[in-house]
């Protein structure tokens, strides 16, 4: 009985701690739209916790009214007072892809982030940057009302703005690290 219990309980502290930070994923009204132009970015504040985690996977439903896929990587920073920094905590260049526009439906993005061992801590925004310029795209993401809003920034060199009451529901599952 005694090694039963010793078995047990090495094996629950062998187990990764998941858990989910960002928006709750809605795949239904998509309210908070922009072009994919290169450059620009569109993120939401996350609270990571006070320990350092790594982030697995980035998820979010988008309605591409585009012909075409629209290519995109991803890019975390930290909170600076209200906004952003400027300095991409992600060293690698993550690619993703927003499929094509089809039966007119919000469809789930997810990329997996674990390769890249993107380590963090504290408040930081996840963010898509779309790599090209797709005229007539209009990027449709679903969303929700009062929930700490998205941030976006027209290119490198503009300053980062915030929509204060509509939140982009983007999700990032973490594992929390010792």
């Given at each position: 009985?005694?090694?039963?219990?010793?078995?047990?309980?090495?094996?629950?502290?062998?187990?990764?701690?998941?858990?989910?930070?960002?928006?709750?994923?809605?795949?239904?009204?998509?309210?908070?739209?922009?072009?994919?132009?290169?450059?620009?970015?569109?993120?939401?504040?996350?609270?990571?916790?006070?320990?350092?985690?790594?982030?697995?996977?980035?998820?979010?439903?988008?309605?591409?009214?585009?012909?075409?896929?629209?290519?995109?990587?991803?890019?975390?920073?930290?909170?600076?007072?209200?906004?952003?920094?400027?300095?991409?905590?992600?060293?690698?260049?993550?690619?993703?892809?927003?499929?094509?526009?089809?039966?007119?439906?919000?469809?789930?993005?997810?990329?997996?982030?674990?390769?890249?061992?993107?380590?963090?801590?504290g408040d930081?925004?996840?963010?898509?940057?779309?790599?090209?310029?797709?005229?007539?795209?209009?990027?449709?993401?679903?969303?929700?009302?009062?929930?700490?809003?998205?941030?976006?920034?027209?290119?490198?060199?503009?300053?980062?703005?915030?929509?204060?009451?509509?939140?982009a529901d983007?999700?990032?599952?973490?594992?929390?690290?010792?």
């Amino acid at each position: 009985m005694v090694l039963l219990l010793f078995v047990v309980s090495i094996n629950a502290m062998g187990q990764d701690k998941i858990k989910t930070i960002g928006n709750k994923l809605r795949s239904g009204s998509t309210n908070t739209t922009f072009d994919a132009v290169k450059g620009k970015l569109v993120g939401v504040e996350m609270n990571a916790g006070k320990k350092q985690v790594q982030l697995l996977k980035l998820s979010f439903h988008t309605a591409n009214r585009s012909s075409d896929s629209v290519a995109f990587k991803v890019n975390v920073y930290q909170m600076a007072g209200k906004y952003p920094n400027n300095v991409n905590l992600v060293t690698d260049e993550v690619k993703g892809y927003i499929q094509k526009y089809r039966d007119g439906n919000p469809q789930l993005t997810t990329i997996d982030l674990s390769a890249y061992n993107i380590k963090v801590a504290g408040d930081i925004v996840v963010a898509i940057e779309f790599l090209e310029t797709k005229n007539g795209s209009n990027i449709g993401f679903s969303c929700g009302l009062l929930n700490g809003g998205t941030f976006h920034r027209d290119s490198e060199a503009a300053g980062w703005k915030k929509i204060p009451v509509v939140g982009a529901d983007f999700s990032v599952r973490v594992k929390k690290l010792n």
